[in-house]
T-cell receptor
Framework: GQNIDQPTEMTATEGAIVQINCTYQTSGFNGLFWYQQHAGEAPTFLSYNVLDGLEEKGRFSSFLSRSKGYSYLLLKELQMKDSASYLCAVVDSNYQLIWGAGTKLIIKP | GAVVSQHPSWVICKSGTSVKIECRSLDFQATTMFWYRQFPKQSLMLMATSNEGSKATYEQGVEKDKFLINHASLTLSTLTVTSAHPEDSSFYIC????????????FGPGTRLTVT
């Protein structure tokens, strides 16, 4: 079967750094997405990784290791508005998105 | 670019009635559209995948006679919840694929359905 694992919830402090991990086991791999979803809203695109390594985009970075079936999203200089759920999704061999359950990130002042 | 709209953004209906939700790709042709349902504090659940001009492919456990999907054009897909019941109350989100990056799905803003 196909499986994506993320922590259910994480808490961090404003101004700090947090790393959200995602491990996956899927039939084929054609890339991994990270989405941000605020409560009551649709997901918004954060990053896409298809090659190993780190992709940096402002305060957010995403890392991928295909051999380990592992990715992480790194958020720096946390702001209160970063409180949201972060969804990891893998594109399988049929180019379908397989979704993780999401990680709820709580930012405390 | 790659904007997807949904209408309505929220709807309240009585039990037993039907509700139609529209999903439009505004600036690109969506060869494939996806319909998701999301219950509070849960992740997205894919309901069905539709390709323009063909029948939708429903995920296991999703009743195709209850959730009617039509993808009549490259910019419009509709989801009709027939004979709605309170347990159908949920956040329905569509996404579309077919933009410049073929693998990326662009999400609509979602429709919150409440069945009373």
């Amino acid at each position: 079967g196909q499986n994506i694992d993320q922590p259910t919830e994480m808490t961090a402090t404003e101004g700090a750094i947090v790393q959200i991990n995602c491990t996956y086991q899927t039939s084929g791999f054609n890339g991994l997405f990270w989405y941000q979803q605020h409560a009551g809203e649709a997901p918004t695109f954060l990053s896409y990784n298809v090659l190993d390594g780190l992709e940096e985009k402002g305060r957010f970075s995403s890392f991928l290791s295909r051999s380990k079936g592992y990715s992480y999203l790194l958020l720096k200089e946390l702001q209160m508005k970063d409180s949201a759920s972060y969804l990891c999704a893998v594109v399988d061999s049929n180019y379908q998105l397989i979704w993780g359950a999401g990680t709820k990130l709580i930012i405390k002042p | 670019g790659a904007v997807v709209s949904q209408h309505p953004s929220w709807v309240i209906c009585k039990s037993g009635t039907s509700v139609k939700i529209e999903c439009r790709s505004l600036d690109f042709q969506a060869t494939t559209m996806f319909w998701y349902r999301q219950f509070p504090k849960q992740s997205l659940m894919l309901m069905a995948t539709s390709n323009e001009g063909s029948k939708a492919t429903y995920e296991q456990g999703v009743e195709k006679d209850k959730f009617l999907i039509n993808h009549a054009s490259l910019t419009l897909s509709t989801l009709t919840v027939t004979s709605a019941h309170p347990e159908d109350s949920s956040f329905y989100i569509c996404s579309a694929r077919g933009g410049a990056e073929f693998y990326e799905q662009y999400f609509g803003p979602g429709t919150r359905l409440t069945v009373t």
